[in-house]
């Protein structure tokens, strides 16, 4: 017994973090890049698989987006409940059996229900692999390991369209055949180091309730926001999908206050830093997810070019993040999260403000493009590590998974957000100038990161630090 708790126990210790690091960051970053990489292919598989529609073909982004964002929290609830550990290696396993899936896919609606197998995947995997990062980390060394986490996930996130670019060249299923390796090496190396972390003990049920009633309400919002372009915001789907998923997620906040154990237990949301915090978060999400898809609209609608002349033009930007993400911790111990994030909410609004001011249809990629790109970079490296870090570090350790996928939920439903309204404020092509059209959508981002900024400025200083 005395030799069976020493193996636990050495599997928390300061030696092992660097193994738990490489684990976790292999999961993280290829769900996260899976998240965006399959843009740039769409084309492709769409000319593969011919007769397939254009609203078809969406299902392949919009299914992993709305499963993904619903599933968040009941996975991490789960994987508190039992074990982060268990809860990772399958959804690692789950991911790149479905990745291998969608590679062998022989029409378009197989590909998205093996889409929807690897967004469950994702679900499980994400909020785990924070939880098990924390647990492993020392206590004093928790919020740099958040801030690498956010750094390697939004990197990954970031490069998608470089990486898609490359891999679409050779063939589109090269975008998910990618997975298998890493996926194989974060199963065969997991197993040998994750650490066995506290799970949330209860002898209540099971808030199955709560489940269906977040899960539902969720996805019917995700739904809504990722079909406003093709039904229109004005339409009776697109209202009806919000009005009911308001109405779910209410119900939902009602029957978790009544339940003995909750499936995500509000009184998270209550400690300082967690609600503060995870609101910019999601305004910022917001900010980022139109300012990515614009950079990339920007250059193949009113530049013509390539996916991959495209993915290297955005690379700079991303290159930023983790420069800034792992070297601000310094500022943040004299200012204060709350400011630190303002700031880089701040940079990315000057970064939007340089575009709608310099660009125009002449290709002027150095003094025009880039300079914004290198803003927002330095505002994503800012603001995204330190935000997920004010929230999570401040977390019960029995809670991590839980409270980690309540974060990621609502950086998943603001970049949705922001995708879906920046769809709107561009309009369809040949709606007047395109360059006028962009300058609508980047007015509306800065008004996003503006937001972000003023909402910052309600996160607490820390205290004594974060919960252990």
Not at 51 to 69: D, P, Q
Not at 229 to 247: K, N, P, Q, T
Request: with cysteine; charged share 10%; hydrophobic share 55%.
């Amino acid at each position: 017994m005395t030799q069976t708790a020493a193996g636990e126990a050495g599997s928390v210790t300061k030696p092992r973090f660097g193994p738990v690091f490489a684990v976790v960051v292999a999961g993280v970053a290829m769900s996260n890049l899976d998240m965006f990489i399959v843009n740039v292919a769409l084309p492709d598989i769409g000319a593969q698989f011919s007769g397939s529609s254009l609203a078809s073909l969406s299902w392949i982004l919009n299914a992993y987006a709305v499963i993904f964002a619903a599933l968040l929290i009941p996975a991490g609830s789960l994987a508190d409940r039992t074990s982060p550990r268990q809860a990772y290696l399958l959804g690692i396993a789950v991911f790149t059996l479905a990745s291998a899936a969608c590679a062998v896919a022989p029409g378009v609606w197989v590909l998205v229900a093996a889409r929807v197998v690897q967004a469950v995947g994702a679900a499980m995997l994400i909020p785990s692999s924070l939880g098990l990062l924390l647990a492993a980390a020392p206590p004093e060394k928790r919020v740099a390991s958040v801030r690498a986490w956010t750094a390697i996930s939004g990197l990954a996130a970031a490069l998608g369209p470089v990486v898609g670019g490359l891999l679409t060249q050779l063939d589109w299923r090269w975008v998910f055949l990618i997975n298998l390796p890493i996926g194989v090496f974060a199963l065969v190396v997991g197993a040998r180091v994750l650490p066995r972390t506290p799970s949330r003990p209860t002898a209540d049920r099971l808030d199955l309730a709560g489940a269906v009633l977040l899960t539902l309400g969720i996805a019917v919002v995700a739904l809504g926001l990722v079909k406003s372009d093709d039904w229109g915001w004005a339409s009776a789907g697109v209202i009806g999908s919000l009005v009911a998923g308001v109405l779910l997620l209410a119900c939902f906040v009602l029957s978790s206050s009544r339940h003995p154990s909750p499936i995500l237990p509000l009184n998270l949301l209550r400690i300082r830093p967690v609600g503060p915090a995870t609101f910019a978060n999601l305004l910022f999400a917001v900010a980022f997810g139109a300012m990515l898809l614009s950079a990339v609209l920007w250059c193949q609608q009113v530049w013509h070019w390539s996916p991959l002349r495209t993915g290297l033009a955005i690379a700079p930007g991303p290159v930023m993040v983790p420069a800034f993400a792992m070297g601000v911790g310094p500022l943040i111990r004299r200012i204060g999260s709350g400011a630190v994030s303002a700031i880089g909410s701040v940079l990315f609004c000057v970064g939007i403000g340089w575009w709608i001011y310099r660009l125009d249809a002449s290709h002027d990629y150095v003094a025009g493009f880039l300079p914004g790109m290198l803003l927002t970079g330095v505002g994503v490296g800012l603001v995204v590590p330190t935000l997920v870090g004010a929230a999570v570090t401040a977390l019960p350790p029995q809670s991590f998974s839980t409270g980690s996928a309540v974060v990621t939920m609502a950086r998943q439903v603001g970049s949705v957000l922001g995708v879906a309204l920046l769809v709107a404020f561009l309009g369809t092509p040949g709606d007047g100038d395109a360059v006028t059209a962009f300058d609508h959508g980047w007015e509306f981002t800065l008004a996003a990161s503006a937001l972000s900024a003023l909402a910052c400025l309600f996160i607490p200083r820390a205290g004594k630090g974060p919960a252990s």
